[in-house]
């Protein structure tokens, strides 16, 4: 062996071997009021944490405009938050609790609560709070947050922004909605979202199926065309991709 051979270190990574990590990104949303509420993204994720979705938009402003019937005084749980743009608009429209939850990844977890914390517009941070779940779990440490005075075992309101895509999951996700939502007349689910592969969009819908089988009664609620698609480039049907469907889950004995 040669010593230009001796001399390589057959085990040694090349320097570029590993990709720097991805900076954290900000993002800004306008409220119905005109104040700016900022978030701070994670850099990547493969659970698509790093993205603030058109469905968090919408669902946001839907609440916003509706707080008084829809947030006001009432508890709130959020699944799969990302950067929390939803729970942290109900905290500041005067929801009595917010739980905002994300896959239990310490990094996720942590930007929920950067997004609590730095956010100016909360005058007092008491009325939520950040934490991780997986979703099918037991919701006990969820449930744990809700006031001492709540005799219903349950949140009052559920919010879904942009899930759906997860297939696999929507068993899990129904099973958490029916643990952790409130059996009172006024309780709602609230599951927005678009089909970003319009191929896919009867498996989308597929979770409806299930919600219905698990006992909620189900209704389209809203459908709002967005100025352009989140992705360009992406095959599929443009209109259906720039698109966000809302729906509302009940308990059917409630109705």
């Given at each position: 062996?040669?010593?230009?051979?001796?001399?390589?270190?057959?085990?040694?990574?090349?320097a570029?071997?590993?990709?720097?990590?991805k900076e954290?990104?900000?993002?800004?949303?306008?409220?119905?009021?005109?104040?700016?509420?900022?978030?701070?993204?994670?850099g990547?994720?493969?659970?698509?944490?790093?993205?603030?979705?058109?469905?968090?938009?919408t669902?946001?402003d839907?609440?916003?405009?509706?707080s008084?019937?829809l947030?006001?005084?009432?508890?709130?749980?959020e699944?799969?938050?990302?950067?929390?743009l939803p729970s942290?608009?109900?905290?500041?429209r005067?929801?009595?609790?917010?739980?905002?939850t994300d896959?239990?990844?310490?990094?996720?977890?942590?930007?929920?609560?950067?997004?609590?914390e730095?956010?100016?517009?909360?005058?007092?941070?008491?009325?939520?709070?950040?934490?991780?779940?997986?979703?099918?779990?037991s919701p006990?440490?969820?449930l744990?947050?809700?006031?001492?005075?709540?005799?219903?075992?349950g949140?009052d309101?559920?919010?879904l922004a942009d899930?759906?895509?997860?297939?696999?999951?929507?068993?899990?996700?129904?099973?958490?909605?029916?643990?952790?939502l409130?059996?009172?007349?006024s309780?709602?689910?609230l599951?927005?979202f678009t089909?970003?592969?319009?191929?896919?969009?009867?498996?989308?819908l597929?979770?409806?199926?299930?919600?219905k089988?698990?006992g909620f009664?189900v209704?389209?609620?809203f459908?709002?065309?967005?100025?352009r698609?989140?992705?360009?480039?992406d095959?599929?049907d443009?209109?259906?991709?720039?698109t966000?469907f809302?729906?509302?889950?009940?308990?059917?004995?409630t109705v």
């Open positions: 062996m040669s010593d230009v051979e001796d001399s390589i270190d057959l085990f040694q990574e090349p570029d071997y590993y990709q720097p990590e954290a990104t900000f993002a800004t949303h306008t409220l119905l009021s005109g104040e700016q509420l900022e978030l701070r993204l994670v990547h994720n493969p659970l698509w944490g790093h993205l603030l979705w058109n469905a968090g938009r669902i946001s839907y609440l916003e405009s509706r008084a019937s947030i006001h005084e009432r508890t709130v749980l699944l799969g938050a990302g950067g929390g942290l608009v109900c905290a500041l005067g929801a009595r609790q917010v739980v905002v896959y239990p990844d310490a990094e996720l977890v942590d930007n929920l609560e950067y997004n609590i730095r956010c100016g517009l909360l005058k007092s941070k008491h009325n939520i709070h950040a934490a991780g779940y997986l979703w099918g779990a006990e440490k969820l744990a947050h809700l006031p001492n005075s709540v005799t219903s075992n949140f309101l559920l919010i899930l759906l895509f997860n297939h696999s999951e929507h068993a899990k996700l129904v099973s958490t909605i029916s643990q952790t409130s059996h009172q007349p309780s709602q689910a599951v927005f089909p970003y592969r319009p191929w896919l969009l009867e498996k989308d597929a979770f409806f199926d299930l919600a089988k698990a009664a209704q389209k609620i459908e709002k065309v967005m100025d698609v989140m992705f360009e480039g095959p599929g443009e209109l259906l991709r720039r966000v809302g729906y509302e889950l009940r308990w059917e004995n």
